[in-house]
């Protein structure tokens, strides 16, 4: 009996151009370093296998690991996350070379949902948010951001509170708040990138039935903008 290894690797490349196409579809705005981190985290072992488990996969799966050689029996073993992810994108590879469309059903319905239950703002993080907010302000002709201090509150206790605020242009662009300035500042930065490529608590969901109707693979193929354009502007700042 001949193994699933190729079908699985074709899974995987119809999996990967599909969801990030449908990423740059729904989120124009997003780096294609965000596209790529939330791809990668769709596809990833524990996730494929944890689906695969709800489709009843692990019961069906014939797999084993261990050989008796003095008897020559294979004895069975329950499969491991690896195999369950495997077997997933067998199975999309499978109705891939049947019927292309059907393999985009599939993806659509049982692994980008997965993004309804996702928080994007843990996932994708921001370590240097101020090199990359001067570059996107300077790609929008605007000056560069301000902080200022909005709020406090319990001064010198264990429960102070800052409010920070981002400004451009005599702009509000994004605040925050944290227990310190530093904390503050920094995460207000954030709040103001996530505000420019529209990654904020208010943001529509994902239209998860609207996708297939509407959605060019090949318009969608070409990369979004890197967050390396934002950093190379961001030199003028300095």
């Known amino acids: 009996m001949q193994n699933n290894i190729e079908l699985a690797s074709f899974g995987f490349s119809i999996t990967e151009n599909f969801l990030s196409a449908c990423l740059r579809s729904v989120y124009s705005q997003f780096p294609e370093e965000w596209i790529t981190t939330i791809v990668q985290y769709l596809k990833s072992t524990s996730e494929l296998a944890f689906i695969a488990g709800h489709l009843g996969i692990k019961d069906i799966v014939l797999y084993s690991d261990q050989v008796d050689y003095s008897s020559t ?3 069975s073993a329950p499969p491991n996350p690896d195999i369950l992810a495997n077997v997933l994108m067998a199975l999309v590879g499978a109705l891939a070379k049947d019927k292309v469309e059907r393999a985009h059903l599939f ?3 049982f692994i980008l949902a997965r993004l309804t239950d996702l928080d994007l703002t843990e996932l994708i993080s921001i370590p240097e948010p101020l090199p990359l907010l001067q570059g996107i302000l300077k790609s929008e002709g605007r000056g560069p951001p301000e902080t200022r201090l909005l709020y406090q509150s319990s001064m010198n206790t264990v429960l102070a509170c800052f409010q920070v605020g981002i400004y451009s242009d005599r702009q509000l662009i994004g605040e925050a708040p944290g227990e310190t300035l530093l904390i503050a500042e920094q995460e ?8 420019f490529f529209g990654l904020t608590d208010n943001r529509p969901p994902i239209p998860i039935h609207e996708i297939l109707e509407s959605l060019d693979l090949e318009k969608f193929s070409e990369p979004n903008v890197s967050l390396n354009y934002y950093l190379g502007l961001a030199v003028d700042y300095a």
Do not use: W
């Not at 207000?188 to 505000?195: G, K, V």
């Open 73 to 75: 029996k294979i004895i």
């Open 188 to 195: 207000a930065l954030r709040q103001s990138i996530r505000n």
């Open 107 to 109: 993806i659509r319905d």
